[in-house]
């Protein structure tokens, strides 16, 4: 196969993966939420914002999405 065509047919199932999991389910929201809280550094400030030593407030938006 030319490396050509290798390539255009990569670039078709890296779109579909991509497409197919643009968008985070709930499970995956709450665990890729929980880790930012639980990792969070700031440059700017010196205090450990880390959960669960410090409470967070989180505010969640959720939309449509038609492709």
């Known amino acids: 196969m030319p490396f050509g065509k290798e390539l255009s ?22 665990a890729d939420s929980a880790n930012f809280m639980k990792n969070v550094k700031f440059d700017a400030i ?8 410090t409470p967070w407030i989180y505010y969640g938006v ?6």
């Open 9 to 30: 047919n990569f670039s078709t199932k890296k779109d579909r993966y991509e497409k197919k999991n643009r968008f985070l389910n709930n499970a995956q929201s709450a």
């Open 46 to 53: 010196d205090e450990d914002l880390t959960a669960p030593g």
């Open 62 to 67: 959720s939309r449509v999405h038609n492709p």
